[in-house]
């Protein structure tokens, strides 16, 4: 298969309702989208998964633009590859900047998949035709507006709710949630807001039968959340300290975390992912699939990884309407009233690009065309 032609665009989506975390407020999202060709024409679509500003990672919108434009679009135009699995290795020389890469390669695995008329979920590997869905609740302006939001999807079916958390929305909130939903699955996701200083916080939340406590010290620092998961019970799932198998076999060999959050763009790709998916797996910690208020060409990617054996866990895959008033992929992403989202057998990613929609979102846009 031949990369003939790569497109990345710019598309502005503003939220149904703001999205908060410990780093901040998101009401519009900024999207990447990379279209790849090949010779024949076929396309395949991936989605750039970095935020609008540099918090969650140092990428960033304009930072993945940038190492697209100036390398990984010239890397990767032009070149014949056997298989998508190859894609990642086209783009070694170029360190980090994995959602940016993860764009590219996730396109590839859609084009192949399209060009082989078989969906990317079964060209991955995956083992399940439905995938179990959580929603990840940002943080509210008020504790009864989280309570309001939960009891909704709770009532939609959803099997896991998360809730963020950081200083000063945290133990509270979490009681007051506890004691109106004695019996749901719960979890709580820190983005990084807490240090060791933090223990006897966590030792509180204990007293919560909280499926996981995510990420809750520094982004970059295994070491640490080995140390407080010594002295919690609560299992640790990192997300922001993941970013490739190595540092999930590592953060697994430390005791750094009981669980992994695999996020498509954080580890550059369905390559990397299906690593991790594997390392996790033959040492027994489950894996699943977080969101990055992903549009349908992203989600649909994370529908795909998430059939694989080791995504054992509910992840933050919901419907699209929880996020946009109108998709950009038809059909858009929705979930049974069991909490769980059918996998489409269809060619690629199973839902059919709204060419015409992506079109009148775009602000900005740029094609590479391999030198004849
Ligand atoms: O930490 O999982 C996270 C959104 C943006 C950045 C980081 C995170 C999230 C979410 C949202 O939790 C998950 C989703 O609904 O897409
Ligand atoms: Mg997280």
């Given at each position: 298969m031949k990369i003939a032609h790569i497109e990345i665009r710019e598309i502005r989506l503003p939220l149904v309702h703001f999205f908060e975390t410990s780093f901040g407020r998101t009401t519009e999202r900024r999207i990447l989208l990379a279209r790849v060709r090949d010779a024949d024409g076929a396309e395949g679509w991936g989605e750039c998964t970095a935020g609008e500003g540099p918090f969650y990672s140092e990428e960033w919108i304009e930072s993945a633009w940038t190492v697209i434009e100036t390398y990984l679009a010239p890397m990767t135009v032009g070149r014949e590859v056997?298989?998508?699995?190859?894609?990642?290795?086209?783009?070694?020389?170029?360190?980090?900047?994995?959602?940016?890469?993860?764009?590219?390669?996730?396109?590839?695995?859609?084009?192949?998949?399209?060009r082989q008329g078989v969906p990317v979920w079964k060209l991955l590997g995956g083992a399940r035709s439905e995938i179990a869905s959580g929603v990840s609740i940002g943080i509210q302006d008020s504790p009864e507006a989280l309570l309001e939001k939960i009891e909704r999807e709770?009532?939609?079916?959803?099997?896991?709710?998360?809730?963020?958390?950081?200083?000063?929305?945290?133990?509270?909130?979490?009681?007051?949630?506890?004691?109106?939903?004695?019996?749901?699955?719960?979890?709580?996701?820190?983005?990084?807001?807490?240090?060791?200083?933090?223990?006897?916080?966590?030792?509180?939340?204990?007293?919560?039968?909280?499926?996981?406590?995510e990420q809750p010290l520094a982004y970059d620092d295994m070491v640490n959340h080995a140390a407080l998961q010594r002295q919690i019970e609560t299992p640790i799932c990192l997300d922001e300290s993941i970013r490739s198998a190595e540092d999930a076999r590592k953060a697994i060999e430390m005791g750094a975390c009981k669980i992994i959050n695999v996020k498509l763009g954080r580890v550059g790709g369905h390559s990397e992912a299906r690593r991790v998916e594997r390392v996790s797996r033959e040492r027994g910690i489950p894996v699943w699939c977080g969101g990055?208020?992903?549009?349908?060409?992203?989600?649909?990617?994370?529908?795909?990884?998430?059939?694989?054996?080791?995504?054992?866990?509910?992840?933050?895959?919901?419907?699209?309407?929880?996020?946009?008033?109108?998709e950009i992929v038809e059909p858009p992403i929705t979930v049974s009233p069991r909490g769980t989202i059918r996998v489409s057998d269809e060619p690629g990613l199973?839902?059919?690009?709204?060419?015409?929609?992506?079109?009148?979102?775009?602000?900005?846009?740029?094609?590479?065309?391999?030198?004849?």
């Open positions: 056997e298989s998508a699995a190859q894609v990642w290795d086209l783009m070694r020389a170029v360190r980090g900047n994995r959602m940016a890469k993860a764009a590219i390669e996730t396109a590839c695995w859609d084009l192949e998949a399209r709770v009532t939609a079916g959803y099997k896991r709710i998360k809730i963020k958390i950081k200083p000063g929305w945290d133990v509270k909130i979490v009681e007051r949630v506890r004691a109106s939903f004695p019996d749901i699955r719960l979890s709580v996701d820190a983005n990084s807001a807490y240090t060791l200083a933090d223990v006897p916080l966590f030792k509180q939340l204990d007293g919560f039968d909280l499926m996981m406590a990055m208020l992903e549009s349908g060409v992203g989600r649909a990617h994370n529908i795909a990884m998430s059939t694989l054996e080791g995504f054992t866990l509910p992840g933050d895959v919901s419907a699209s309407a929880r996020y946009w008033e109108e199973g839902v059919e690009i709204k060419h015409k929609r992506i079109d009148d979102l775009t602000v900005r846009r740029e094609s590479f065309t391999a030198a004849p």
